[in-house]
């Protein structure tokens, strides 16, 4: 039995799934141009699917692909509540972040479809794929009509702007293809203009680099540039969006395993850095930001506590250097003491040596020794002025 586009499309409505869209399984060489020279120039960020031969070509993953069906899942912008007031500093994880993992989301979404459509035709076979798949996620959904891809490289879709989850799922059914969207930012440049880390190229491309959302993710220590740039942000970045033109009044709560919890989301910083990995699996693990594990988040809590020059953190960051086993963690919390520390600190500037020279006898690495170090030059300057 043959599925009609129009039954897809109805069952993808009940089965909660926003917009959705379908393109033809042919390849999307017309990308491997600019992808080749992205990565030469250095602006990958390492997280993409290794092999382009396979992001490019469905057929190289799926025998006989005919169509490519594209969902798109919208998720709010702001939060109904806020967090409890207390006398702790808050950070905040970015709105892609909020709710269970958006990937569980997705995947349970099309599972359900592919449920319901085998149940009308069992030849029917798919390849679902979320984020982590083969596939350019953005260039099929646009392809699919799902939206066009702005200037910060996000889709952006007409009901929802760019705050969507993509997914999609190659098939062996064939349906008429829908209408890619050309761009329609115009001379619009807001995005560009707030990057402050100027990772957006003005294209659609970016330098993944030095986005602060890779930033954040990464497990060494973050970048000199990138530290005062993140605020109190420890996971993602919305400015992009948040500037966004197509994005004003756009915040829609259709999915409630998407909605955010205000103390998670906005979560207590100081606690953060004694989490347990029990702790941090029960109060984050089913956040799309907890996937890089627990560090990243610590190494960004304590950044984001120099940000809010929070001095009461200073008891906790001296712990931390003194006793945390992991080098980044120590290193992160001594360039955090050499920025909240005050004129003249003595017993701050001691603790910093001690433990500068203790890494050296350890013989840690250069960028470890250089946080020290420029903690150091900090307080001593501080101590001289």
Request: hydrophobic letters at 35%; glycine letters at 8%.
């Amino acid at each position: 039995m043959s599925i009609s586009k129009q039954q897809v499309i109805e069952l993808s409505q009940q089965i909660g799934i926003d917009k959705i869209g379908f393109t033809t399984a042919d390849n999307f060489e017309y990308l491997r141009a600019g992808l080749e020279a992205q990565k030469a120039a250095g602006h990958t960020s390492g997280f993409e699917h290794p092999n382009l031969d396979e992001r490019l070509n469905p057929a190289l993953t799926f025998d006989h692909p005919k169509s490519i069906i594209a969902i798109a899942l919208a998720y709010p912008s702001r939060m109904k509540e806020s967090p409890v007031r207390t006398n702790l500093k808050r950070g905040q994880f970015a709105r892609a972040s909020w709710g269970i993992d958006y990937h569980q989301i997705l995947r349970e979404k099309m599972t359900s479809l592919i449920k319901q459509l085998k149940g009308l035709d069992e030849t029917a076979r798919f390849k679902p794929m979320v984020d982590t798949g083969e596939l350019v996620d953005v260039a099929v959904a646009n392809r699919a009509g799902l939206g066009f891809i702005g200037k910060n490289g996000l889709l952006i879709t007409k009901e929802y702007g760019s705050f969507v989850y993509l997914g999609e799922m190659i098939t062996n059914l064939e349906f008429e293809a829908d209408t890619p969207i050309p761009c329609q930012c115009g001379d619009c440049t807001r995005c560009i203009d707030a990057c402050p880390v100027r990772a957006l190229l003005g294209n659609g491309k970016m330098n993944a680099q030095r986005c602060l959302s890779y930033q954040t993710q990464t497990k060494g220590l973050m970048s000199d540039f990138a530290r005062k740039k993140t605020r109190n942000v420890i996971y993602g970045c919305d400015i992009c969006q948040l500037v966004c033109p197509f994005n004003q009044g756009k915040d829609f709560h259709l999915h409630k395993e998407m909605t955010p919890d205000p103390d998670k989301v906005r979560p207590e910083l100081l606690p953060i850095l004694s989490l347990s990995n029990h702790d941090f699996k029960a109060g984050f693990g089913q956040m799309a930001g907890s996937w890089r594990g627990k560090k990243p988040l610590q190494r960004n809590a304590i950044i984001a506590l120099a940000n809010l020059n929070d001095r009461s953190a200073i008891p906790k960051l001296r712990e931390v250097m003194d006793g945390d086993v992991r080098p980044v963690i120590r290193a992160t919390a001594a360039y955090a003491l050499g920025r909240l520390a005050k004129p003249g600190d003595e017993e701050i500037l001691g603790d910093l040596q001690s433990a500068y020279q203790k890494e050296r006898t350890e013989k840690s690495d250069a960028l470890i020794l250089h946080d020290y170090q420029v903690a150091i030059n900090a307080v001593q300057r501080q101590k001289n002025s």
